[in-house]
């Protein structure tokens, strides 16, 4: 099955570790943004399956996009890959939606299982 990804991290470096950790062959087509507008914008004008979505970005944070997202009774798929580890950060993703978080820095094998263990590769 094909896949629309929607990258949303204002690190193009993170940006690029994170298309490097996906996994070989896996048929997606990926759209990327630099912060939390871009990415409700493009969730608006695209059919996007699977939100890679850190937290802290300009415009919007990762919090804000979630509350829009949930709010909008999104059909997309939501993985937060975030610096913020904190217990009550991870908690809050989950309660707006988000259904893993990914610790940065992230491995391939983390990110693997964590597909793997949504049902999505």
């Not at 087509?29 to 890679?52: C, P």
């Not at 904190?86 to 491995?107: M, R, S």
Request: charged fraction near 30%.
């Amino acid at each position: 099955m094909s896949y629309t990804v929607l990258i949303a991290d204002d690190s193009k470096f993170s940006r690029r570790m994170l298309k490097k950790s996906f996994p070989e062959g896996w048929d997606i087509n990926i759209i990327e943004v630099s912060n939390g507008k871009e990415a409700l914008e493009k969730g608006e004008t695209e059919d996007v399956d699977i939100l890679f979505l850190d937290l802290t970005m300009p415009e919007l944070d990762g919090f804000c996009v979630l509350q829009s997202l949930k709010e909008s009774d999104s059909n997309c798929k939501i993985i937060v890959i975030s610096a913020d580890v904190q217990l009550k950060a991870i908690e809050t993703c989950k309660e707006l939606g988000a259904l893993a978080f990914v610790p940065k820095p992230h491995g391939k094998e983390k990110l693997q299982e964590t597909l793997e263990n949504l049902g999505l590769l």
